[in-house]
């Protein structure tokens, strides 16, 4: 059992994939999305006292299941992912939010994020990228690109329709040239009609290579940890983790 965030858990993760032993989290981080996607928690930004007690009661009711991992290889070596790895402006925020914002993230949680983005968002033009999906190519001027295991992306909900245990990695490939393609892109996936922007381009593949010219920051799980290029591959079933009642059953190609 782990107690804290996303970071955490992640952790743990990559120490218990390829194990059969169970992972389950009490959320006490700044953003447990983890938590809000499993219903432990009604928002990965809204943690009080009565919700922890909540998430402790339904983690005890808990079942066994097991889910895919993405495994990411940069220059800087190998690691897994459970929910996520993020390339672009995404892994610049958090890399500000590492270097410079460490006491603001303890003392103001999410508010740290909002403190670390404003400054990347404006400067921030895009870069060009090449990303390889399976055997699809495609390229263009990103703004941002997630490779995700599950279906919310910070507080948004990201890819509606992806499954944490179906055996593919979903990827949403956000492309702009400037900061007010940015802030289209952060309003529209507040209110869920990031889908319909011709500018978004949602895929599912198994192996995704993404090269970028010069080359971005990577994000795993919300931990800054190396550059493109990166080949990040899914890896089925390799980790258990405990469900708790409150998970949405969309969740799950094939549940337990």
Do not use: C
Request: charged share 20%.
């Amino acid at each position: 059992i782990v107690v804290g965030g996303d970071g955490t858990l992640s952790e743990a993760a990559n120490g218990l994939a390829g194990t059969n032993t169970a992972l389950g989290l009490l959320p006490m981080g700044t953003g447990n999305v983890w938590a809000a996607q499993l219903g432990m928690v009604a928002s990965p930004t809204l943690l009080n006292k009565p919700e922890l007690m909540v998430a402790a009661e339904s983690l005890a009711a808990s079942r066994p299941q097991r889910v895919d991992m993405g495994h990411a290889h940069t220059i800087r070596g190998d690691r897994y992912f459970l929910l996520w790895a993020g390339v672009g402006l995404d892994a610049i925020i958090q890399d500000v939010i590492d270097k410079e914002a460490r006491p603001v993230k303890r003392r103001f949680g999410q508010m740290a994020y909002v403190w670390a983005a404003a400054r990347p968002i404006v400067q921030y033009q895009g870069t060009r990228a090449r990303v390889q999906l399976d055997t699809v190519r495609t390229r263009g001027r990103i703004v941002f690109l997630v490779i995700s295991n599950v279906q919310m992306y910070a507080g948004f909900h990201l890819v509606p329709d992806a499954q944490i245990d179906d055996g593919w990695l979903d990827i949403a490939i956000f492309e702009g040239r400037s900061w007010l393609d940015t802030l289209r892109h952060i309003g529209q996936l507040a209110i869920r009609r990031h889908l319909d922007d011709p500018s978004v381009r949602i895929y599912r593949a198994r192996e995704v290579v993404v090269e970028a010219d010069p080359s971005l920051l990577v994000h795993y799980d919300g931990d800054t940890l190396g550059a493109t290029p990166l080949i990040a591959r899914v890896a089925p079933q390799a980790l258990t983790v405990l469900v708790p009642p409150s998970a949405p059953a969309d969740l799950f190609a094939f549940p337990s």
